[in-house]
């Protein structure tokens, strides 16, 4: 049974869009937070984006915000990452994650990761 299952990565130009999809255990689906995380070539994974159960409030990264956007899906137990203005610097393996404390930013923190999508951006 899928716990946390990315989709919607592909290659994409540069000023392209993409639409990323996890889906998301039931179990899991009620996390404290849940989020994305990307990992480029020789980079440290670091936190893209962030969406908060309890308040329905958001975080987004300084180096993609107003291009990403991250959201509840229309399927349930979804969690989308929407990507505009797609630059070459996007390039990375995009991971879903769930965490049960903290700001939802901190890779330790982290208890579910999906197995990540590749979105390559030229």
């Known amino acids: 049974h899928v716990q946390l299952m990315e989709s919607g990565g592909g290659s994409v130009q540069a000023g392209g869009s993409l639409r990323l999809s996890c889906e998301i255990s039931?179990?899991?689906?009620?996390?404290?937070?849940m989020g994305w995380f990307r990992q480029a070539p020789g980079k440290e994974r670091e936190a893209v984006a962030a969406h908060y159960t309890g308040t329905a409030t958001t975080y987004v990264a300084d180096s993609v915000k107003g291009r990403f956007t991250i959201s509840k899906g229309d399927a349930k137990n979804t969690l989308n990452l929407q990507m505009n203005s797609l630059k070459p610097e996007d390039t990375a393996i995009y991971y879903c994650?769930?965490?049960?404390?903290?700001?939802?930013?901190?890779?330790?923190?982290?208890?579910?990761w999906g197995q990540g999508t590749q979105v390559t951006v030229s």
């Open positions: 039931l179990y899991i689906y009620s996390s404290y937070c």
């Open positions: 994650a769930a965490a049960s404390s903290g700001n939802c930013k901190t890779i330790s923190l982290v208890r579910y």
